[in-house]
T-cell receptor, first 115, second 111 residues
Framework: ETGVTQSPTHLIKTRGQQVTLRCSSQ?????VSWYQQALGQGPQFIFQ???????GRGNFPPRFSGLQFPNYSSELNVNALELDDSALYLCASSAGWVSGANVLTFGAGSRLTVL | QQQVKQSPQSLIVQKGGISIINCAYENTAFDYFPWYQQFPGKGPALLIAIRPDVSEKKEGRFTISFNKSAKQFSLHIMDSQPGDSATYFCAANNAGNMLTFGGGTRLMVKP
């Protein structure tokens, strides 16, 4: 069991550019969600994927998009980067509801800096 | 409607003391309330969770107290240890499996 791995760990982009962040789910997990964590704040839900379909979205504009692949890995794409997009992007995977609990396993995140 | 308010923002406790973190919510559709622990450079990790039909849940030194009528819940860490120093987040789950997190509490346990 390798847990959730994210890449890259750090990256710097300039305003207007595009970025792709990647996530490998924990073995046996079929659901992936992405969160944005600004410095000193709690994570904010971006969206969730189940069986390669988006099945939930938070209050983020369409320039935030994603994909889930048949092996349950996932990508987060952000177009037309803005300064406020600077944050830690967290990927979490889960096996769904088991025994009344939905346990999300988070990766260590990708820290994006937009200049 | 989707907010979860967490307090205090920071907390300093002596080793062996009790750490108490409080959260309040507005949306009565929330159906699952987990607490996450985050160390620097790491992602959040699930600590303990409760459903609204239970008033208290204890796992080792960690206890969640839940008051459904007041729409409040709290985390108690008994016999706090320096290794407990981390940022703690309460969260609430809605029917769409979207977690709404509180703003976090930075806990420091002094030896």
């Amino acid at each position: 069991e390798t847990g959730v791995t994210q890449s890259p760990t750090h990256l710097i982009k300039t305003r207007g550019q595009q970025v792709t962040l990647r996530c490998s789910s924990q073995s046996g997990h079929n659901t992936v969600s992405w969160y944005q964590q600004a410095l000193g704040q709690g994570p904010q839900f971006i969206f969730q994927y189940y069986r390669e379909e988006e099945n939930g979205r938070g209050n983020f504009p369409p320039r935030f998009s994603g994909l889930q692949f048949p092996n349950y890995s996932s990508e987060l794409n952000v177009n037309a980067l803005e300064l406020d997009d600077s944050a830690l992007y967290l990927c979490a995977s889960s096996a769904g509801w088991v025994s009344g609990a939905n346990v999300l396993t988070f990766g260590a995140g990708s820290r994006l800096t937009v200049l | 409607q989707q907010q979860v308010k967490q307090s205090p923002q920071s907390l300093i406790v002596q080793k062996g003391g009790i750490s108490i973190i409080n959260c309040a919510y507005e949306n009565t559709a929330f159906d699952y309330f987990p607490w996450y622990q985050q160390f620097p450079g790491k992602g959040p990790a699930l600590l303990i969770a409760i459903r609204p039909d239970v008033s208290e849940k204890k796992e080792g030194r960690f206890t969640i107290s839940f008051n459904k009528s007041a729409k409040q819940f709290s985390l108690h860490i008994m016999d706090s240890q320096p290794g407990d120093s981390a940022t703690y987040f309460c969260a609430a789950n809605n029917a769409g499996n979207m977690l709404t997190f509180g703003g976090g509490t930075r806990l420091m346990v002094k030896p």
